[in-house]
């Protein structure tokens, strides 16, 4: 699994390196990308198979045991659930051995009825992910005769919870911004962090989730690239002993955003003050846009086949997207993830069975956030936040917000 862990991680860093925007919030999966695409390649062949292999970071013959050993221990962690579904045309064949190999799914049909299709597929994506992704991101065409996708969702319910405050940012983007704030004390040092990264020195929080999910909010210079920054947290993440920790930290300014020093104070005992903000995050990817990323280049050709493993029909990658969510609130973060892979058939077409219009449009809308599974250390979800959410009215009584058995 640590070899997994190793590839999957390494993924997110290239992703997050390519994916933030200035001023545009992020939030992708790599997890939820990787298994469907491992399974993918175990039925590639040719240039697809290699190139796929390459972007997956593991040997092709190890790639639909990877992605099988990845979606398991991801089902098996508190608080993160896991699923994979799979739909096909009645005109395809499967090769056996490919669909012996794939791990527990839901395998439904493509009807060719578009309203069915996506209502059921809208349908899969809603209840993988309890609601929080209610379309699936890859619509079934006439041409499509395979769609494989992967939905995880993450939970982390801080073990100590925040208390909510108005923030407004005297400096910087969000000046003049009334935000939802976040605060809280706790006389653990530790859980800030200074690391030296490639992108500069990183300012490393960890907020510990009851279930073994903790979530990195991760600071970096004012002047620094967002992808930089993201791709060098994955690399906190990663490799924990790279952060000096707060107990040692000298005086003065020591990381982004951070200041230590001395203070009077009534108790011997440290504290560790937090300020932060909430954020609610919803972000949509087209991976063919990145294809070299996922290693889809030559797998999106159709001008012919490349999944022999797959199926004796020759088939090519159509679509491949992703919806991402990530919510960080006082009483804990929710991440949801779909990814999905339409596959149609290539070579020479038949002729598509329906006329049919078709429309296609897209919605194109400064911390990095990662949640990381404690003890593998992978990590689930990633995002940059350009755009938090703004201050909510005050509750008529602000006890009525303290229910541990409430949304958060």
């Known amino acids: 699994m640590h070899r997994t862990v190793r590839a999957v991680n ?58 099988r050993e990845l979606l398991a221990a991801l089902d098996r962690t508190p608080g993160v659930t896991a ?24 395998h ?32 079934v065409t006439p041409d499509t005769a395979l769609l494989l996708a992967g ?49 500069g020195p990183l300012t490393v929080l960890k907020v510990l989730g009851r279930r073994g999910v903790d979530v990195h909010l991760c600071l970096g210079p004012e002047d620094a690239d967002p992808g930089a920054v993201l791709a060098a947290a994955v690399g906190t993440a990663a490799h924990p002993r790279t952060v000096r920790p707060g107990t040692g930290l000298p005086d003065g300014a020591p ?12 108790s011997r005992e440290p504290v560790l003050h937090v300020e932060t903000v909430e954020f609610d995050l919803a972000d949509d990817h087209d991976l063919l846009e990145r294809p070299d990323l996922f290693g889809l280049r030559t797998a999106a050709d159709t001008g012919r086949g490349h999944f022999p493993g797959i199926s004796t029909e020759p088939l090519a990658v159509e679509s491949a997207r992703q919806t991402t969510t990530a919510v960080f609130g006082p009483r804990g973060f929710r991440a949801a993830s779909v990814t999905a892979f339409g596959m149609a058939a290539a070579g020479i077409p038949a002729p598509p069975p329906y ?54």
Not at 15 to 40: D, Q, V
Not at 87 to 99: M, S
């Open 151 to 199: 939905a995880l969702t993450v939970r982390a319910d801080w073990i100590r919870r925040f208390w909510p405050c108005s923030q407004q940012p005297e400096a910087g983007p969000w000046q003049g911004r009334d935000l939802a704030g976040l605060w809280r004390r706790t006389g653990l040092l530790d859980r800030v962090g200074v690391a030296d990264t490639a992108a």
């Open 355 to 408: 006329l049919a219009r078709r429309l296609t449009v897209a919605f194109d809308r400064p911390f990095a956030f990662l949640a990381v599974q404690r003890t593998s250390r992978l990590v689930l979800a990633a995002g940059w936040v350009a755009d938090p959410t703004s201050a909510h009215p005050e509750p008529d009584d602000p006890e009525l917000d303290d229910d541990p058995e409430g949304d958060w």
């Open 108 to 139: 439904g049909r493509i009807t060719g009825d578009p309203d069915a299709d996506r209502a059921a597929l809208d349908r899969w994506a809603a209840d993988r992910t309890a609601g929080a992704i209610p379309r699936m991101p890859a619509a």
């Open 10 to 67: 390494e993924l997110t860093a290239r992703w997050g390196r390519a994916a933030p925007a200035a001023g545009r919030n992020t939030a992708l999966s790599a997890p939820a990308a990787w298994a469907p695409l491992a399974l993918l390649a175990a039925g590639a062949a040719g240039p697809a198979a290699r190139e796929l292999a390459d972007a997956l970071g593991v040997p092709l013959d190890l790639a639909a045991g990877s992605g």
């Open 83 to 106: 699923a994979l579904g799979l739909w096909t045309a009645d005109r395809l064949p499967l090769e056996p051995a490919w669909t012996a190999a794939l791990p527990p799914h839901s």
């Open 255 to 266: 990381g982004p955003g951070l200041d230590a020093r001395w203070v009077r104070s009534h």
